[in-house]
Structure formats: structure tokens, C-alpha cells
């Protein structure tokens, strides 16, 4: 053991040799040429900067990118994306009723024809347009499956009634399309329908006659109340919606038209502009939404916010390292670096073509407060080291002309061999606290790249151009900051006398620093709870984005806007059909299911059936011309003269006669059934089932709410979910798409929030265990870090200060940038040795620059004070504070918790007292000798 010890010892020695020989020839190169060294630096930094200039374009805000990898809701959500759309857009839309309804009254219904001829203008429909995409509605063609328009379906109460208007047409030709043994002839004229293109039916288009409008509401059984609301009570529908199913973001560009959701979003806005409508289809407010377009709108505000909140932030560090140093030289010499090393990372990740999210904007204030840190320390200390060499050599040649010798010469500040001595010196001590202190960092932070670890991608992006970030600025910090200092001739004043007393407190009254912050860690614990608060969402966000306020609305109004669903697979059920969601049993189990989940709470159905039992027909016998039925499809298909012989059915009897084994109606029923879903339109069909027509979809809306109160229904519904059909041969997905998507999302930042927290603590404490080469020290250095994300659950309590997306990655970044202060106290602590003494040298000498990055990173991040986002407002408070508990922690509360160490260990072995600052009276001793004193 005691030689691979020294065998180590050796290693090291070497190594650390090597390192110094070659930092010497670098230092060397670099001061010998610093102008030439300073604009390589800046060539390269202002190409790559150029070239991160267009950062934005990498930003992805598609919602995939926000769903957690390997949940079971995203998994299940990629499974219906392979045959259907599950990216839903809406237009929200209001009639001058909703905001005037004394003045706007009756002829402003929802159902009025004029209103319903604007909603059906901006959708597409079959009447005359003007040449032009803007012209011709959002889905212009209704048989492309979206690949000229890039949108699939459309619901909405214009679309209903479109539907329900040419819904005869569709019938008839369905019927004759269907016919199997039955005789039709009677009835429909196949022959005159294959020479109409409509099927002697309506038009897909908004009827002119209003009667003919009431007479669909009317026929609709109540199913266009879910679409329409009086939201003032004065019994007019005032508001309504338009549903967009959207080809994925992924797909948008095979349309030729649009190269990106940002694209095809603006051409949307353009169409339902009030400017490009027709003059007489104004008088509508519409607005479009939904989540895609959120987070679109959310992306391009945050970016808007990053270019307004630099200017701000940079203004308010270059300010506060002013006061601090009283001089712009410093400014440059810690914020070239700082610049140069953002240049560089942003430029990187545009060459590189990396994924960035929104939450890029968290990396700026962080890059810059830790640039600042490492620059400030490299600076103090190159000044400490020549102040203290200077004075050294003035009280040498003191000594020596009292003893009237030959003086010594005293170092030229501006020497380069001697300022490139300091700077050697500088990078044996604080160099080797930057460079532990950055690894460090880039090991935390690299905690949020594994994605075992972290299931949410933009936070791994995140994690992933800190991790960057990092080594640039540290690396131009290491070049450029003695380069500066060098050009700019800087010299730095003393540090304020206050730090000589301040030094001495966490020694002398460590009692009391470890009771307070006791205090309050007992505290955070017991508000841990804190952090299991629900991801929020639309009230992080702030008020002047259209698209988030009109979802808001909408979910009050309709009870809707969080679009969840469930498959429903039947491509295993034994069926003479060869699409086997077509099968009558199959139906009746949808509709089973469908009526027990409508029964939870806040929850509303869509399905094949909806549209089954809104769509009016009238059933004729072909040969007597009785009329059989008047109804709906949905009720037509359960009519119990399908299968009765009651008196009441008589007239049907003679149906069974259509068939040759005298069973007419069973084989007619059947064909129904396709019948009735052949009179659906083709973008309700692709809607509601896949290609096959094996598959369905059952569309489940709810407000946006509470994620915990939303977890009780999801729970309800996977349960229902999750039994056993009575029809075999069928098979049901748990919930995906909005709410169990949300729900995940939560619990992957929650998750995230609690591994990444952990694990880089168990992390850090190893790596610092053997950089000090003590477990002791190593635990000890990583003590005021943890105090302070335990701190974190009291400022989650105390005020506006909510969970979301950022503050998520509060714990890692507080590691990440606590660490490097508690390292440069310890390093320090090493060097002037662990006693009394030593510990509040380490304090004096470190603490003011700590202080000064501290201010410095917490002004940088005081812009965050200006953004427009709650959620980042709260994010950058946390930073600030946690940030700001960071430096009193380290300066205080690590200098005290050694100090306990020692006093406590000392007591034990019953020692004399470890607090001794060397100002008590001097005994003799029997083992001193005199010495001679000198007079002059």
C-alpha cells in the first residue's frame, strides 16, 4: 500500500512537472507576442459568431421535443402518429355578441348564415374562390390527406352543418356502392348519381337559406352545442372554435409550400386575417391557437426577450465590476473572454447542428456570471502575487540599509520576465482552483447530458452548451485574461481593509454560523414537498401572447383545449369485414367504452359515433315506399326493427325477402354499417380511423387544470382503459396526447430535478474527494453547496416562485456554480495552511473576489427582471438568491464547519484550543533561545 502510494506520489510529481514546464512555454509564446495572440483570438471568435448569429434557426419548438423519452404516453403518441395526425390547431372565434350584447343581438349567432359563410370561408369549402392559397381557405383540398394544404381534417360547427349538408349525396352513392343483395333500384337511381358529381346531393358548403341552417341545428340532436357557447347568458352562441388536425411538423415541408411549422403557422394568421377576408365575412374576431402554436409563439418571445435582455445584463455586469474595481480596464479584461467564449459556443452549436429548445435563453446569465468568476480570480491573484513579491523586495532592501548593505533591485511591475513569473505563479495556484473548478462544473453539468438520467431533451440541450460554454471560457480565460492585463497595463488596488476582520468571524464564532444555517437547512427539509409542486404552464407565460390567452379562453369556455386519446384496435376481431372497425359489435364496444369515460369528470368523447349520430337520414322500404326510419345513422343502425317482428315492424318485414336465405335485414343491417360511414366525409374518416380501417381513434377533451387533480382522471380513464373488452378480439391503448403527455412531462422535470440533483452531488463529492485527496476535505467542500439546494424548498414557498421547466435545472446549475467558490476557499485553506490563521487568510483573500463575481453574476442575471415571462422571472430569482447564499456559504459556512472539525477533535483529545489568532500574551518557554538584538 505504502508504495503505490509513493509510486502515485511520483506520478503526480511528474505529471505536475510537465504541465508546468509546458504552461511556461505557452505563457511564454503568448506574452512575447500578445497583440498578434489577441487577434487570432478574435478572428476566430468573430467568425464563429457570425456564424452563431442565425442560433435562432436552430432552436426546435415542435412538442416532440418536449415529450420525455421512453413514457409510455410518448410511445403510445408516436404509435398513432405512423397513421394519424395528432398535431390539432385552433381558430378561436367571436361574434361582436360575446363582447356586446345589447348592441350585437340575435343576427349575431354563431348559426347565423353570414357568420357561418365567414368560419366556412377561411376553412375551404366548395363554393367559388379567387385564385391563391390565401384565398382558398386553410384546407382547399379535401382528398390530398394534407399533402398540398398540410392539413388533414377540420371540425367545427361550419363543418358540421357542411357535413350534414352533403351528407345526402354521399349517402345515396354509398348505397349504391354497398349494395349486396339488396334491390335499391326503387329508391335511388344509381344511374343518374354516377352522372352527378354530388350525388344529386348539397354542396360541402354553408347553405344560403337560414331556414335551411335551423333545419340542421335542429336535425343535429344537440351535438353542435359542444362547438358553440353564449358566454354572456343572453341565450345567442357568441363563441366558437375551429379544429385543425395538422400534418406533423416533420412533414410540413412535402407540401412544397412550407418549410417548417413557423411557415405554415404565418400563412394561417394571413388567411384568417381580417384584411385578407372578403369585406363581407369581417365580422368575426379570430384568433388561432393550440399547442404547436404556442409553443411557437413562446419560442419566438423568449428569443425577442434574449436579444433584450443581453444588452440589459451585459450594462448591469460592466456596471457593477466598474464600482467594485473603479476601472474600465478590468471590464475589458474580464468581459472579453466572456464574449469571445459565447461567440464561439453559439457558433459551435449552429456548425455542429445541434438541437437547441427554448430554454437555450438559461445559458447566458450562467456563461457570463462563471466567465466572470474565473476571470476575476486569475486577476486578483496575478496582482496579488506581484504586490506581494514588490513588497517583499521594498522590505528586503528596508532590512538592508538598516544594516547598510547593498540593496537589492526591486522588480519592475511591467518587467515580462518577471509579470510572466506571476503569471506562472498565478496558474500553479488559482489557475489549478479554475481549472478544478471548471472540471468540476463540466462534470454537474454534464449530469444533464445523460439520458438515462434526463428524459427531457431541452434541458440536455441545455446541459450540453453549458458543458461548452464552459471549456470555451475557461480556455480564453486562461489565454486572454494575462494577455489583457499585459496590453492594458492594468493594475489592480488593494482589497479593503474590512476583509481582515470580516476573515476572523466564521473562525471566532463558528458556533453561531453553524446554528443559523442549521436552522434554516432544517427547515428546507421540512418543506421538501416544495419541489413536488405541478409543472404550471399558462401562467408562466406572460399576457400579451394571442395564442396563449385565446387557450385559456377556450378551455373555460368549452371545458376543452387539452386533446388526449386512445386507441381503439380491432384489426384482430373476427369480422366477415375486411376493414374491421366497420363491424356493428365492434361499434357498440367503442360506444360502451365511450359512454363509461364520459361519465368522469370534466371529460367529453369524440368519435366515429359523434359524427354518426349528427349526420340526418331518412330510410325508405324500395318496393312499398314506406318510410322505415327518420332519424340519425348512429339511431338507424340500432332501429329495433332490425331485428323484430313486432307489430311496430311490420314494415320492415319485407325486407328479409331481399335476401335469399330470408335473413334481408341481418345481411342489409351489415351493409349499413358501411354505408353509414361512407356518408362521413373522407377528412372525418381519416380523422377517426386509419387507412386500414382497422384502427380508431376516440378524441378525449378536458380543460386545462391542476396536474394533480388532472392525474385522478387520468388514472380513472386508464383504468377503464385498461379492462378487458367483452367483444375479443379488440384492443385498447392507455391514454396519450395532451393530458398524459403533461402528466409525464411533469413527472420527467420532477424526475430530472431529483436525479440530476442527487447524482451530481454523489458526482462532485468524488471528484472532489480526490482532488483534495481527502475524503474529509472533499466532504467538507461540498457542505455549503448542498446546504443551499436544500435552502431551495423555502424560496419555492415563499412567494410567486413556482416549479417549471427552468427552475427544474436549478439544483445542477447551483452545483455547478456554488462548487467553484467553495473550491477556491478550500484551495485556498490548503495553501495557507488549516489552522486559525490560515482559514481566515484563505477568507480575506479570497473572499472579496468571491464577493465580486458574486455581484457581478447576480446583476447579470438582474436582467432577467425585464423579460416578460414569469417562469423565467422566477428562474432568475432563484439563481440570484441560491447564487448569492452560495458565496456566504462558502465564504462562512465552510471556514466554520472546519473550524467545528478541529475544536471539536481537539476537545476530545483534550488539546489546547484550535482558535488562536496569535494576539494573547508570549510565555517563555524553556526550550527558546535568545536572540540578539540589532540597534540602530
Not at 409563439?297 to 451585459?314: E, F, G, H, K
Not at 386500414?692 to 378525449?700: F, Q, R, T
Not at 454523489?762 to 461540498?782: K, P, Q
Amino acid at each position: 500500500m505504502g508504495e503505490a502510494s509513493e509510486r502515485f506520489a511520483e506520478l503526480s510529481r511528474i505529471a505536475r512537472e510537465k504541465t508546468e514546464s509546458s504552461l511556461d512555454s505557452v505563457y511564454s509564446q503568448i506574452l512575447a507576442q500578445p497583440k498578434t495572440t489577441l487577434v487570432l483570438l478574435v478572428i476566430l471568435s468573430a467568425w464563429l459568431g457570425n456564424i452563431g448569429t442565425g442560433f435562432q434557426d436552430q432552436i426546435v419548438d415542435d412538442v416532440e421535443i418536449f415529450l420525455p423519452e421512453g413514457a409510455e404516453s410518448t410511445d403510445l403518441l408516436l404509435e398513432v402518429r405512423e397513421e394519424w395526425s395528432t398535431d390539432v390547431g385552433f381558430i378561436y372565434i367571436k361574434s361582436p355578441n360575446a363582447e356586446d350584447p345589447d348592441l350585437f343581438g340575435e343576427a349575431y349567432n354563431i348559426t347565423n348564415v353570414d357568420i357561418l359563410h365567414e368560419i366556412s370561408w377561411i376553412e375551404g369549402d366548395d363554393e367559388y374562390r379567387k385564385p391563391g392559397i390565401k384565398q382558398n381557405g386553410l384546407d382547399w383540398n379535401k382528398t390530398d390527406h394534407g399533402e398540398e394544404d398540410g392539413v388533414l381534417w377540420i371540425i367545427s360547427i361550419a363543418q358540421i352543418i357542411k357535413e350534414i349538408n352533403s351528407s345526402d349525396g354521399r349517402f345515396n352513392n354509398a348505397m349504391c356502392d354497398h349494395t349486396g343483395e339488396r334491390i335499391t333500384l326503387g329508391v335511388i337511381d344509381c344511374d343518374a348519381l354516377a352522372q352527378s358529381p354530388t350525388g344529386n346531393g348539397g354542396l360541402y358548403a354553408i347553405p344560403d337559406e337560414q331556414e335551411r341552417v335551423d333545419e340542421i341545428v335542429n336535425q343535429s340532436n344537440g351535438s353542435l352545442g359542444a362547438l358553440a357557447k353564449d358566454t354572456n347568458g343572453d341565450g345567442v352562441w357568441d363563441t366558437t372554435a375551429v379544429l385543425v388536425g395538422m400534418i406533423s411538423s416533420n412533414q410540413i415541408d412535402k407540401t412544397g409550400k412550407w418549410d417548417d411549422y413557423k411557415e405554415f403557422f404565418a400563412h394561417v394568421d394571413e388567411v384568417i386575417e381580417e384584411e385578407n377576408r372578403p369585406s363581407q365575412y369581417r365580422m368575426t374576431n379570430m384568433t388561432h391557437t393550440g399547442l404547436s402554436k404556442i409553443l411557437e409563439d413562446v419560442s419566438d418571445a423568449i428569443y425577442l426577450d434574449l436579444l433584450d435582455m443581453m444588452p440589459i445584463s451585459l450594462f448591469l455586469t460592466v456596471l457593477i465590476i466598474t464600482l467594485l474595481h473603479r476601472s474600465w480596464k478590468v471590464v475589458i479584461i474580464s468581459g472579453t473572454p466572456i464574449v469571445m467564449a459565447l461567440a464561439v459556443t453559439f457558433g459551435t452549436t449552429v456548425l455542429l447542428k445541434m438541437t437547441l429548445t427554448p430554454m437555450i435563453i438559461a445559458t447566458f446569465p450562467i456563461l457570463i456570471g462563471l466567465g466572470v468568476d474565473y476571470a476575476l480570480h486569475m486577476v486578483n491573484r496575478i496582482e496579488e502575487v506581484r504586490r506581494k513579491r514588490i513588497d517583499a523586495a521594498v522590505e528586503e532592501n528596508e532590512k538592508r540599509r538598516r544594516k547598510g548593505q547593498v540593496q537589492l533591485e526591486v522588480p519592475d511591475l511591467w518587467d515580462p520576465d518577471f509579470y510572466r513569473s506571476c503569471v506562472m505563479e498565478m496558474s500553479k495556484t488559482t489557475g489549478i482552483a479554475v481549472l478544478i473548478s471548471a472540471a468540476t462544473t463540466v462534470v454537474g453539468f454534464s449530469v444533464l447530458i445523460l439520458p438515462n438520467i434526463v428524459s427531457i431533451i431541452p434541458i440536455r440541450s441545455v446541459g450540453m452548451t453549458l458543458v461548452a460554454g464552459i471549456i470555451a471560457t475557461l480556455v480564453f480565460s486562461m489565454i486572454l485574461v494575462p494577455v489583457l492585463i499585459w496590453l492594458l497595463k492594468f493594475n489592480k488596488r488593494t482589497n479593503p481593509p474590512m476583509w481582515g476582520s470580516i476573515s476572523r468571524l466564521p473562525v471566532k464564532h463558528f458556533a453561531i454560523f453553524l446554528l443559523l444555517a442549521g436552522s434554516i437547512t432544517f427547515a428546507g427539509l421540512a418543506n421538501l414537498d416544495e419541489l413536488d409542486k405541478p409543472i404550471s404552464g399558462s401562467d408562466q407565460t406572460p399576457d400579451n401572447i394571442p395564442s396563449m390567452e385565446a387557450m385559456v379562453e377556450y378551455s373555460n369556455t368549452f371545458s376543452g383545449g387539452q386533446t388526449s386519446l386512445f386507441i381503439f384496435d380491432a384489426s384482430k376481431h373476427i369480422s366477415d369485414q375486411d376493414k374491421k372497425i366497420r363491424s356493428l359489435e365492434v361499434l357498440d364496444a367503442m360506444d360502451a367504452l365511450e359512454k363509461r369515460i364520459a361519465e368522469v369528470e370534466y371529460t367529453n368523447t369524440t368519435s366515429l359515433i359523434s359524427f354518426l349520430e349528427a349526420v340526418p337520414v331518412v330510410f325508405v322500404e324500395p318496393t312499398s315506399g314506406i318510410e322505415l326510419y327518420n332519424g340519425n345513422l348512429w339511431g338507424l343502425l340500432h332501429e329495433e326493427c332490425w331485428e323484430s317482428n313486432s307489430l311496430e315492424c311490420a314494415a320492415w318485414i319485407p325486407l328479409d325477402a331481399t335476401s335469399t336465405d330470408g335473413k334481408g335485414r341481418e345481411h342489409l343491417r351489415k351493409d349499413m354499417v358501411n354505408v353509414a360511414y361512407d356518408t362521413l366525409s373522407k377528412e372525418v374518416q381519416w380523422m377517426l380511423t386509419n387507412v386500414d380501417g382497422s384502427k380508431a381513434l376516440v378524441y378525449v377533451t378536458q380543460p386545462y387544470m391542476n396536474l394533480d387533480n388532472a392525474s385522478m382522471l387520468r388514472d380513472d380513464i386508464d383504468d377503464m382503459l385498461g379492462e378487458p373488452v367483452e367483444e375479443q378480439g379488440i384492443r385498447v391503448s392507455p391514454l396519450t396526447g395532451g393530458l398524459p403527455v403533461s402528466l409525464d412531462i411533469n413527472e420527467g422535470i420532477h424526475d430530472t430535478q431529483s436525479y440530476t440533483t442527487l447524482l451530481t452531488l454523489l458526482i462532485l463529492t468524488i471528484v472532489m474527494c480526490f482532488v483534495f485527496r481527502s475524503i474529509r476535505l472533499g466532504i467538507f467542500t461540498m457542505v455549503p453547496v448542498a446546504a443551499i439546494i436544500v435552502w431551495q424548498p423555502l424560496l419555492m414557498s415563499s412567494g410567486d416562485v413556482n416549479v417549471n421547466i427552468f427552475t427544474a435545472m436549478i439544483g445542477t446549475i447551483v452545483f455547478g456554480i456554488g462548487v467553484d467558490d467553495a473550491i477556491h476557499v478550500m484551495h485556498r485553506i490548503q495553501e495557507e495552511g488549516e489552522t486559525a490563521v490560515g482559514m481566515s487568510r484563505a477568507v480575506e483573500k479570497t473572499g472579496q473576489t468571491i464577493f465580486e463575481t458574486t455581484a457581478t453574476t447576480v446583476a447579470g442575471l438582474g436582467a432577467g427582471f425585464f423579460v416578460a415571462f414569469p417562469g423565467l422571472v422566477n428562474f432568475f430569482i432563484l439563481m440570484m438568491l441560491l447564487i448569492g447564499f452560495a458565496f456566504l456559504t462558502s465564504v462562512f459556512l465552510l471556514p466554520a464547519c472546519l473550524t467545528a472539525d478541529h475544536v471539536i477533535r481537539r476537545r476530545i483529545k483534550g488539546q489546547s484550543s484550535f482558535i488562536d489568532f496569535g494576539e494573547g500574551a508570549v510565555l517563555t518557554d524553556e526550550n527558546m533561545s535568545a536572540v540578539d538584538a540589532i540597534i540602530e
